[in-house]
């Protein structure tokens, strides 16, 4: 699609400007809208009249439970604007079907089957927009034995198979912070999405739109690392290890103020170890001197349980006395690999991401508060990415959107009195 030409000395507009989605989404699903519309997209929530579900999800700014303070919400609908719609109602899918002829992409989490009771389904959008391209993330995909289950982010770890390698050994599995197996559908529904959107625009003639089917279950067994390998080549199954160095030296380990991830043996160990080894003698570690014996150069001797408890013995006392910078830059100056597992409020004040901007301000309109949000992970010399406006309050753009659709002030009265919008 053609932007108009910008004005002398205005901005560049984003990579996917003209670009209009419409987002039914109603989780972390969101974030899938979220990243078309920070790179330039028009993108609207359209959410069911009582708000989003997340907008019901803490945490909540100021400890304050509403559905205007959700953080989770503020994050992922950064850049929308928003329309509160009945979908369910005859006159709320008659505004739906409105929008979509004046759309380009559609994303849904619904339970397949759900948006054809509607009378909203592929198909049945494609009549009104024939270029339409509908993006459905749901638990299974939209067919299958488990296609009707019920699915969060918890299932989905654990069918998808990551589950099984997160926690520690002996106690139950526990799930990474913060929706990962619906993060990871959500990102690659945004690629598939905008690989689809752009196969339409580069045909000849009548443009076909298609539909996209994305299973969380299949998004995160494609995040096993190499554990599918393991079991493949070695015939092993991969364990949870959380809490325990993988082998002898590499693992994560507690210091003065936190934790460090070293990784003294694996890679390249003989190097590392030699120079582990040569660092913790010269600090005057108590026992250190032993790692130098041969055994240590074998890496299946670093695989024992009595490996790992000699080295531990060795390292943690000095590590005691160690803060995590102090750690990083000794292990820095010695080409060692250590990092600092970093808290939030480390990553507020790293360095290298204060020189480089990473973390944005954003006003919460509805508190009056400014927040601080992460940035993008990469820059567009050209095409910048953009924060975009503040999450939208809810039904905050129902009215401006409307006007569009040509529903004239009694026409909308009409509608918000008989709950269709809000």
Not at 18 to 35: A, F, H, M, N, P
Not at 280 to 295: F, M, N, T
Not at 382 to 408: F, I
Request: aromatic letters at 8%; a neutral charge.
């Amino acid at each position: 699609m053609q932007s108009p030409a910008l004005p002398p000395g205005s901005p560049a507009p984003g990579p996917l400007e003209g670009i209009r989605v419409l987002d039914l989404t109603q989780g972390s699903e969101q974030y899938c809208g979220k990243l078309f519309a920070q790179l330039g997209a028009e993108v609207l929530l359209v959410e069911p009249t009582a708000g989003c579900a997340n907008r019901r999800e803490g945490p909540f700014l100021g400890d304050r439970a509403h559905r205007e303070h959700s953080l989770a919400f503020a994050y992922f609908n950064q850049g929308k604007r928003g329309i509160a719609l009945d979908l369910d109602q005859a006159q709320g899918q008659e505004v739906f079907r409105a929008l979509v002829r004046e759309s380009d992409l559609v994303i849904e989490a619904e339970r397949p089957g759900r948006m054809q009771a509607r009378g909203l389904a592929v198909q049945a959008l494609l009549r009104e927009q024939p270029a339409l391209v509908t993006t459905s993330i749901t638990p299974f995909g939209q067919n299958g034995p488990y296609a009707q289950y019920e699915g969060g982010d918890l299932i989905g770890l654990a069918f998808g198979g990551l589950l099984s390698l997160g926690g520690y050994p002996g106690l139950a599995p526990t799930a990474p912070y913060g929706n990962q197996a619906l993060l990871a559908a959500a990102q690659f529904a945004a690629v598939a999405s905008m690989i689809a959107i752009l196969e339409v625009e580069g045909q000849s003639g009548a443009r076909q739109g298609q539909h996209v089917d994305v299973s969380v279950q299949e998004s995160v067994a494609m995040a096993l690392e190499n554990a599918v390998q393991f079991v493949e080549l070695e015939n092993t199954v991969r364990k949870r290890n959380g809490g325990e160095q993988r082998q002898a030296g590499t693992g994560v380990f507690p210091c003065q103020d936190g934790m460090v991830y070293l990784m003294a043996g694996g890679v390249a160990s003989n190097k590392f170890w030699n120079t582990t080894t040569d660092w913790l003698v010269e600090a005057g570690a108590k026992g250190a001197e032993q790692l130098r014996e041969p055994r240590w150069l074998d890496s299946a001797f670093l695989q024992t349980a009595g490996a790992k408890r000699i080295f531990a013995a060795i390292f943690l006392p000095y590590a005691a006395g160690m803060t995590k910078a102090q750690l990083y830059a000794e292990g820095q100056r010695r080409r060692i690999p250590i990092c600092p597992v970093s808290t939030t409020a480390d990553l507020l004040v790293n360095r290298q991401l204060v020189f480089r901007q990473f973390f944005e301000q954003t006003a919460h309109p509805f508190s009056g508060r400014t927040l601080t949000v992460p940035g993008a992970p990469f820059r567009m010399e050209a095409s910048p990415w953009r924060l975009g406006r503040p999450a939208p309050q809810l039904g905050e753009h129902t009215g401006e959107v409307l006007s569009g659709l040509g529903y004239d002030h009694q026409r909308q009265a009409v509608l918000l009195r008989e709950g269709v919008i809000a």
